[in-house]
């Protein structure tokens, strides 16, 4: 009788406990996830709001709420690196936000634009906001990778090796892959930041 009165009360104290950290976590522990995330990233002008909006519109279908705020302030600085702050001819041309490239069959792309120095063309969007699109739905696709995300060296290793045989930009031939992974997250570290 002793032993099963001790095992219930350590059965009542451990219940107690849980609600004692539940009640601590909902009432006096504020949730600081939103505000986290909401906090690290903020549009600061016109084209930056459009492309955090776009982005967020279709990440949401594959995402969170929390992860898909996180990753369109990234993909925020990502089109701010691409285009030297939205001052490409690519960009200024092409309302081409991203440096992506034409492929025929494109739901969001015009048409061909611009010519890279690749050899083949950018594509070109009706609005920066289809290029945002693209580039979320690109990010979607590769749901497993781009899920894991939490630092802008995460998001450029992604970007890059994420989707085995899609990586998203060039390797110069000068670089190894991981020195144009660092280029990427110090340039967008820069554009995150300023």
């Known amino acids: 009788m002793k032993v099963s009165y ?19 976590r909902r009432y006096v522990l504020p949730d600081r996830t939103n505000d986290k995330i909401d906090d690290m990233f903020t549009p600061k002008t016109n084209t930056e709001t459009l492309i955090y ?5 279709r990440l949401l279908r594959k995402f969170t ?10 993909m925020v600085a990502q089109s701010k ?4 702050n939205y001052t490409s001819n690519v960009f200024k041309n092409n309302n081409n936000a991203f440096g992506y490239k034409y492929y025929k069959g494109s739901l969001y792309q015009l048409s061909a634009g611009t ?7 950018y594509a070109k969007y009706r609005n920066v906001q ?16 781009f899920s894991a995300v939490k630092t802008i060296a995460d998001f450029a290793t992604a970007l890059k090796n994420g989707r085995p045989g899609y990586e998203y930009y060039h390797t110069p031939s000068n670089q190894t892959a991981q020195a144009s992974i660092n280029n990427y997250i110090k340039g967008m570290t820069y554009y995150y930041n300023a």
């Open 6 to 24: 001790i095992i219930y009360l350590y059965i009542v104290a451990i219940l107690i406990g849980v609600a004692v950290l539940i009640i601590y």
């Open 53 to 57: 909006k776009a982005a967020i519109e």
């Open 65 to 74: 709420e929390a992860q898909s705020k996180l990753l369109a302030g990234f």
């Open 81 to 84: 690196h691409e285009t030297a």
């Open 115 to 121: 010519g890279s120095p690749e050899g083949n063309a």
């Open 130 to 145: 289809d290029s945002a699109r693209e580039v979320a739905d690109w990010i979607g696709r590769g749901q497993t990778a």
